[in-house]
């Protein structure tokens, strides 16, 4: 059947650079920005969330940046590894409300 | 714990034939959704619930009915399948409405011919 992969953007890197992942969001109103992690055949999964009111937050390798101005979301992943190939979508939570995905980004990590 | 489990995980139908789609979470979960995912678009909401007996309906519901009879389960039901139902649908449940963190299931990837 058809990947999910198909038609979208791809960042193709070297294992060990670090990675960044770009969103462009529309809604001023969102509460909270989330990344997702989705590897092949598998449900998405949560990776790390900014609150509105933030421009920064770190996790485990990974730090998200919100620039409300731009209204542009990033992930960036530190020493990126083979297993973090996978599609990353970014989300907004709105209202405390139900979740809404981007489209997502494809992230290739060479050996 | 098993988390999110849905079944099946792959299905094919006939145009017109109807079926369920199960889903499981064993989390106590108040919040469960299901999304439908095709190339491309990412993934959009269908239904949704908010707890037992209450539901309500998301980006695309036609042709989609669910319920929630228990806080474990949430069914979609495809009335009368369309080709344009071809795609892989995911149930996800979180703590509740406002929490960001959703735990997904496996994906039913349905095919309709």
């Known amino acids: 059947g058809e990947s999910v992969g198909l038609h979208l953007p791809t960042l193709s890197v070297q294992e060990g650079d670090n990675s960044i992942i770009n969103c462009a969001y529309s809604?001023?109103?969102?509460?909270?920005f989330i990344w997702y992690k989705q590897e092949s055949g598998k449900g998405p999964q949560f990776i790390i969330d900014?609150?509105?009111?933030?421009d920064k937050r770190q996790g485990q390798r990974v730090t998200v940046l919100l620039n409300k101005t731009v209204k542009h979301l990033s992930l960036q992943i530190a020493a990126t590894q083979p297993g973090d190939s996978a599609v990353y979508f970014c989300?907004?939570?709105?209202?405390?409300?139900?979740?809404?995905f981007g489209k997502g980004t494809m992230l290739l990590v060479s050996p | 714990n098993a988390g999110v489990t849905q079944t099946p995980k792959f299905q094919v139908l006939k145009t017109g034939q109807s079926m369920t789609l199960q889903c499981a979470q064993d989390?106590?979960?108040?919040?469960m959704s299901w999304y439908r995912q095709d190339p491309g678009m990412g993934l959009r909401l269908i239904h949704y619930?908010?707890?037992?007996?209450?539901?309500d309906q998301g980006e695309v519901p036609n042709g989609y009915n669910v319920s929630r009879s228990t806080t474990e389960d949430f069914p979609l039901r495809l009335l009368s399948a369309a080709p344009s139902q071809t795609s892989v649908y995911f149930c996800?449940?979180?703590?509740?409405?406002?929490?960001?963190?959703?735990?997904f299931g496996q994906g039913t990837r349905l095919t309709v011919v």
């Open positions: 996800a449940s979180s703590r509740n409405r406002g929490n960001t963190e959703a735990f």
């Open positions: 809604n001023s109103a969102s509460d909270y």
């Open positions: 900014i609150r509105s009111n933030m």
């Open positions: 989300a907004e939570n709105i209202g405390y409300s139900t979740l809404t």
């Open positions: 989390m106590n979960h108040e919040y």
């Open positions: 619930s908010v707890g037992a007996g209450i539901t």
